[in-house]
């Protein structure tokens, strides 16, 4: 069994490799070779949470869970608040192949998931972006999203401006003209990704225009809202997968209200393995639920064992 620690994932799983591992990931999905298992998440009080979320890809050989969750009190002990590591079977025998840092891969496969949305989604000549949140994710969704599209500007908005620099310095890299905004001016965006633990919507429907692609990449849980339902009745909506979309997923809200059933929600893994169509106008708002699913973690944690493997590196135990 391999150990790879949460320090060894940078060198290990680029943001390239991320976006592989999520497009065979969906693929298999939508194929019928992969699924999910019903994912648990509890309430430790404090506001504390902590989960697992697993499956099996049985074209790709992983099986696997990942356990972690949420702890409020980390950023005083100078940890990130978000924790979680994979663990990987051997699906032919039930024993563990790797122990796995979950943090970073966490962020990878997230951004990953939305950048590979909005490749498949926005308009190719999309140039504007819009993000809408500035947290630890953000940065992240932002870098991801810059390698699928020639973003020419980045409009951002957090409910705490301050904390727009750090969209700012990935733009300043980037070498991406990066503007402030309110959230009026999202209209001028071709892309948008909501990205914040919000439990209201911040992006209205008169916030979005005709052709505008969404990454809804925030509302993982019940109760999280990040934006007006009454977008998703004038959208073609997309989701990982609609069993999470419609019940932890930003569609859980358009649902309770009538506005959408699950039968309008493609799984994205079938508009790229052609199964189902996806965007079909340039005028189509299309909006990608991004609710996270057990099998991104696994595909990329599968990627960090590869290389770990390959290069030596990790520690390997006898279990
Ligand atoms: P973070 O705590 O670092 O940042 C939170 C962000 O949400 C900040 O921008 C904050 O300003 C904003 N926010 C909080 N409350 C708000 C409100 N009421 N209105 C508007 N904005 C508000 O969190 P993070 O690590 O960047 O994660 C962001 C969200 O993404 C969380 O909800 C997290 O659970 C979710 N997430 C989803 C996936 C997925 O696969 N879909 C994966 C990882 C994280």
Same mark, same amino acid.
């Given at each position: 069994?391999y150990?790879?620690p949460?320090?060894?994932?940078?060198?290990l799983?680029?943001?390239e490799?991320?976006?592989d591992?999520?497009?065979?990931?969906f693929?298999a999905?939508?194929?019928g070779?992969?699924?999910?298992?019903?994912v648990?998440?509890?309430?430790?009080?404090?506001?504390?949470?902590?989960?697992?979320?697993?499956?099996?890809d049985?074209?790709?050989a992983?099986?696997?869970?990942?356990?972690g969750g949420?702890?409020?009190?980390?950023?005083?002990?100078?940890?990130?608040?978000?924790?979680?590591?994979?663990l990987?079977?051997?699906p032919?025998?039930?024993?563990p192949?790797?122990?796995?840092?979950g943090?970073l891969?966490?962020?990878?496969?997230?951004a @990953?998931?939305?950048?590979?949305?909005?490749?498949q989604?926005? $308009?190719? %000549?999309?140039?504007v &972006? #819009?993000? !809408?949140?500035?947290g630890?994710q953000?940065?992240f969704?932002l870098?991801a999203?810059?390698?699928?599209?020639k973003?020419t500007?980045?409009?951002?908005?957090?409910?705490?401006?301050?904390r727009?620099s750090?969209?700012?310095?990935v733009?300043?890299?980037?070498g991406?003209?990066?503007?402030p905004?309110?959230?009026?001016a999202?209209?001028e965006a071709?892309?948008?990704?909501?990205i914040?633990s919000?439990?209201a919507?911040?992006?209205l429907a008169d916030?979005?225009?005709?052709g505008c692609?969404i990454?809804?990449?925030g509302?993982?849980?019940?109760?999280?809202q990040e934006i007006?339902p009454?977008?998703?009745?004038?959208?073609?909506v997309?989701?990982?997968?609609v069993a999470?979309s419609?019940t932890?997923g930003e @569609?859980?809200h358009a649902?309770?209200q009538g506005?959408i059933? $699950?039968e %309008?929600?493609t799984? &994205? #893994?079938a !508009?790229?393995?052609?199964a189902?169509?996806?965007r079909?106008?340039?005028?189509?708002?299309t909006?990608f639920?991004?609710?996270?699913?057990?099998l991104?973690d696994?595909?990329v944690?599968q990627?960090a064992?590869?290389?770990?493997?390959a290069?030596g590196?990790?520690a390997e135990?006898?279990f």
């Open positions: 069994m150990i790879i949460e320090r060894l994932i940078a060198d799983v680029s943001a490799d991320a976006f591992a999520m497009r065979g990931c693929a999905m939508a194929d070779d992969a699924y999910n298992f019903p648990i998440r509890e309430a430790l009080g404090e506001g504390r949470q902590y989960g697992f979320k697993s499956g099996f049985r074209a790709g992983v099986m696997g869970v990942k356990s949420y702890f409020p009190g980390n950023a005083a002990r100078s940890l990130i608040n978000h924790q979680s590591c994979v990987l079977f051997d032919e025998t039930g024993r192949t790797a122990m796995v840092g943090n891969l966490t962020a990878l496969r997230t @990953a998931a939305s950048a590979l949305s909005i490749d989604l926005a $308009r190719p %000549d999309a140039q &972006l #819009g993000m !809408v949140g500035a630890h953000s940065a969704q870098r999203a810059l390698r699928v599209r973003f500007r980045v409009l951002g908005w957090n409910r705490n401006p301050d727009l750090r969209l700012a310095e733009c300043a890299e980037a991406v003209e990066f503007t905004v309110d959230l009026a999202m209209q071709d892309v948008i990704i909501t914040t919000s439990n919507a911040s992006l916030h979005v225009s005709a692609h990454s809804a990449m509302t993982d849980t019940i109760g999280k007006d009454a977008l998703f009745a004038r959208a073609a997309f989701t990982d997968e999470q419609v932890i @569609a859980q649902v309770a506005l059933g $699950r %309008d929600i799984p &994205l #893994g !508009v790229v393995t052609g189902a169509e996806g079909v106008s340039p005028d189509q708002i909006i639920d991004g609710t996270g699913v057990g991104q696994l595909a944690a990627t064992l590869s290389r770990a493997r290069q590196l990790g135990v006898v």
